[in-house]
């Protein structure tokens, strides 16, 4: 009976090398099949890797990462990304790959503030006691939801360029801001001198009414007593840099654009491919970042609010201290997870030719060189550190707004 | 002694009742809500009525004779043409037109019976398997099912084998290239995401780290990138000289791949919701590893996660139209392909509405299921 038993987990008494025994030996079986699996790795990039240098060498395609010093000879729409680098074609493709990178962060950055700002109206307002108001905010994220992106930055394109008036007759905003198919125009800022301080300013302000911020929670857990940081903060953020702005005699002037004849002349004009591909972008994320707004308030027990209200905290307090604080934890790590998903899905903007990563250099410059390996890793590259950056931020957030104490 | 008179009961106050005290209670119970139902209002008032302009009262429905299945419907004198239509109107006779391209793509026209009867077999098969739910042999017509089915729809699509004419890959489009791509997509990608999920939970740390590296990897990275790397460095990755693997075939590998992570991520889910003691009773059995996985984990794992696998689904459905960047001619490449025609030029906005509004029917019904089945298991899970 031992014996069955014995032999049953695997491990014969019989001591010594047996072949029966290393074949039911749980340990054996791992390593060999770790083995194996190493090996048919191995061997699956061997052939690979051997054929891919066979074919580069038949097909005559160059190998290695000079081709970034090489000249780019084409022309970028030009956009934030262009200014940034000065480029020019007679720039090396190393640039058009810092165009594409800043063209392709600009998009996320301005997306994902918009997209939260309209996910978190649509949220708030499918929850919304207004019947209207619920439906209508329902409608839209089913629409919205349901529809390809890519479907959605071409239709917005094409309404864009086809359906959008003649720059004669742009849709004016007060003479100061015109919309109309070659793009928005707004008024263009110009610095002078000066103007720097007013930066610095602004910078000393958020630094300052962070510290005050701190120093008055401080005292609230010590003490008790309770006072209000948002006059100081306000003074400080936006009163602090008008003070400078006005001491140094407005350093800032516009250039305001002006309806000519044909054209509107002077200004500055965001091209309507970065208008199409963010709205769509946008509008597209806020359906999935209004669904996790809405699950995580849904989620606060109706219990903590009514334990609020017993305790005397007033509405505003029992929102502020209560429910948001319970709310976020469950809504902002999908949010986040929809950040990422908006960045990668800006590099759909190579269809309507936006400058972003993937059409100026995976796309013009792969077209030109053909050196597919190196520049598609690039690309992938830039996609897994900004989606690392992106869970490194995930991690932050659900360590910091883990329950504690329990 | 006094006589007691019964009263008449009062009727409640006008404001208590039926459709103004939904009103009160719904769009006016506060002076905000006042506000925000009349901007609500006014918002549907200026997008609606252009809305319904474009598309019906200034429309162009001159669309000569119509051919409705066999018989000849005679709509207008006119002819169905792009001058006939006005610019402040859709032009739905351009639709028409070129509904067999949005369909087919360049599929022979004499050939269309097959794509038909593929289409009526998926639909049927939506209907036989409600019906088969309390049958006998229920898993023997399901097993038989899904390994005939495909073979039964590449057969008639692709002809072939010396019973039907061959129709190349690159003729097909339309509707009927995205549904194939993404069946295909998800039935391929299903089991691989099934073995990569189990890879990373595996205790062999050398195939953990291999599945959890490739998953990573795949979902960190847009699909663009993958369909890039699958059109242009996979066929460098083959032998040399050998051409056998198409640009649809190339699509297909790229999408499964990328598809197989976002289900092994799915089923990795299901796989953790499974309570430690249904892993311990089936060791203590004495299951293999392979008996273990297929008989007491992956059943409930895989139930659990259905809803999940619908949702990833419909995401494939979507993403199935960046196809297009690559130069496949799905549904959605149909819009800049039939607008190119000198004929139809500048009517990029009726193709892009009309996909919007087939795309939007499947996607809809498709989320609305998900959602039921979440229900559906939720309420057994909770009990």
Redesign the interface.
């Known amino acids: 009976m031992k014996k069955i038993i014995l032999d049953?987990l695997g491990q014969s008494q019989h001591r010594g090398f047996n072949f029966r025994n290393l074949l039911y030996n749980n340990e054996a079986r791992?390593f060999f099949?770790?083995?194996a699996?190493?090996l048919i790795?191995i061997g699956l990039f061997y052939t690979?890797?051997g054929?891919?240098f066979?074919?580069?060498e038949?097909r005559g395609i160059q190998t290695g990462f000079t081709f970034l010093k090489n000249r780019a000879g084409f022309d970028i729409l030009p956009f934030l990304g262009n200014y940034v680098v000065d480029y020019t074609p007679e720039s090396p493709n190393l640039s058009v790959f810092y165009v594409g990178l800043i063209n392709t962060l600009v998009v996320a950055f301005i997306g994902i503030i918009l997209s939260t700002l309209i996910g978190l109206l649509i949220g708030i307002a499918r929850l919304?006691?207004?019947?209207?108001?619920s439906k209508?905010a329902g409608g839209y994220i089913?629409?919205f939801?349901?529809?390809?992106?890519?479907?959605q930055i071409?239709?917005w394109y094409?309404?864009f360029i086809?359906?959008f008036p003649h720059p004669k007759q742009s849709f004016s905003f007060f003479d100061l801001a015109f919309l109309n198919q070659r793009g928005l125009y707004l008024p263009k800022p110009i610095p002078e001198e000066g103007f720097l301080f007013v930066g610095i300013a602004f910078i000393i302000g958020i630094i300052a009414a962070y510290f005050i911020k701190k120093f008055y929670k401080k005292k609230h857990e010590l003490t008790g007593i309770h006072t209000s940081t948002w006059p100081y903060t306000a003074v400080l953020i936006i009163g602090l840099p008008i003070i400078v702005y006005l001491l140094f005699g407005s350093p800032l002037q516009f250039d305001y654009a002006i309806l000519g004849k044909f054209n509107l002349k002077g200004g500055m004009a965001v091209v309507p491919e970065f208008l199409a591909l963010t709205f769509a972008l946008s509008v597209y994320t806020a359906t999935y970042i209004a669904e996790a707004i809405r699950s995580g308030i849904e989620a606060v027990d109706k219990g903590q609010k009514e334990a609020a209200a017993a305790i005397g905290l007033t509405q505003i307090q029992s929102l502020k201290l209560i429910v948001l604080p319970q709310a976020l934890r469950v809504a902002i790590p999908p949010t986040i997870n929809q950040y990422l998903n908006l960045t990668?899905?800006s590099?759909?903007a190579?269809?309507i030719g936006y400058p972003e990563l993937?059409s100026t250099f995976?796309g013009t410059v792969?077209n030109q060189v053909g050196q597919?390996?190196e520049i598609?890793g690039m690309?992938?590259l830039v996609?897994?550190v900004i989606?690392?950056f992106i869970s490194l931020l995930l991690n932050y957030v659900n360590k910091k707004m883990a329950i504690q104490g329990r | 002694m006094s006589v007691y008179d019964q009263q008449v009961t009062r009727k409640p106050p006008i404001s208590q009742i039926g459709a103004i005290l939904w009103l009160r209670t719904n769009l006016f119970s506060s002076w905000i809500n006042a506000v925000l139902t009349a901007a609500s209002i006014y918002l549907l008032y200026i997008m609606i009525p252009p809305l319904l302009d474009w598309m019906f009262f200034n429309a162009s429905f001159s669309f000569g004779t119509i051919n409705f299945f066999g018989f000849d419907i005679k709509f207008s004198e006119a002819m169905a043409t792009n001058t006939n239509c006005g610019r402040e109107g859709a032009c739905w006779p351009y639709i028409y037109e070129k509904l067999y391209m949005y369909t087919y793509g360049f599929y022979p026209r004499t050939e269309t019976w097959r794509p038909n009867i593929v289409f009526g077999l998926t639909a049927s098969l939506f209907v036989i398997f409600p019906l088969v739910k309390n049958y006998k042999y229920k898993n023997r017509v399901t097993l038989s099912l899904i390994v005939f089915y495909p073979i039964i729809s590449y057969i008639l699509i692709s002809g072939g084998f010396g019973l039907l004419p061959v129709v190349e890959t690159h003729q097909w489009g339309g509707l009927l290239l995205t549904l194939i791509i993404a069946s295909v997509g998800i039935i391929v990608s299903f089991p691989i995401g099934v073995v990569l999920a189990l890879g990373r939970q595996s205790e062999l740390r050398v195939i953990k780290l291999f599945s959890t590296l490739f998953i990573e990897f795949i979902r960190a990275v847009p699909l663009i990138t993958i369909l890039f790397m699958a059109s242009f460095v996979l066929p460098l990755f083959l032998e040399p000289g050998n051409n056998s693997v198409d640009k649809l075939l190339r699509a297909l590998i790229g999408i499964a791949l990328f598809q197989a992570a976002y289900f092994a991520e799915v089923v990795r889910g299901g796989l953790q919701a499974i309570p430690r003691g249904q892993y311990e009773a089936a060791d203590a059995i004495g299951l293999s590893y392979f008996q273990k996985n297929a008989l007491i984990v992956l059943p409930q794992a895989l139930k659990i996660s259905i809803p999940n696998i619908v949702g990833s689904s419909i995401s494939l459905f979507k993403d199935t139209t960046l196809v297009l960047i690559i130069g496949l001619l799905d549904m959605l490449a149909m819009v800049g392909l039939t607008t190119a025609d000198p004929y139809w030029l500048g009517r990029e906005t009726e193709g892009y509405v009309f996909v919007t509004i087939v795309m939007w029917v499947m996607l809809y019904s498709m989320s609305r299921y998900s959602r039921k089945l979440e229900l559906r298991f939720n309420t057994e899970n909770a009990n």
């Open positions: 049953s791992a099949f770790q083995i699996t190493l790795v690979a890797i054929n891919l066979e074919n580069i038949a919304s006691n207004n019947y209207l108001i209508l089913e629409l939801r349901n529809v390809p992106i890519l479907l071409l239709f094409n309404l086809n359906v990668k899905n590099s759909l190579t269809v993937m995976g792969l597919a390996v598609l690309a992938m996609y897994l989606s690392l």
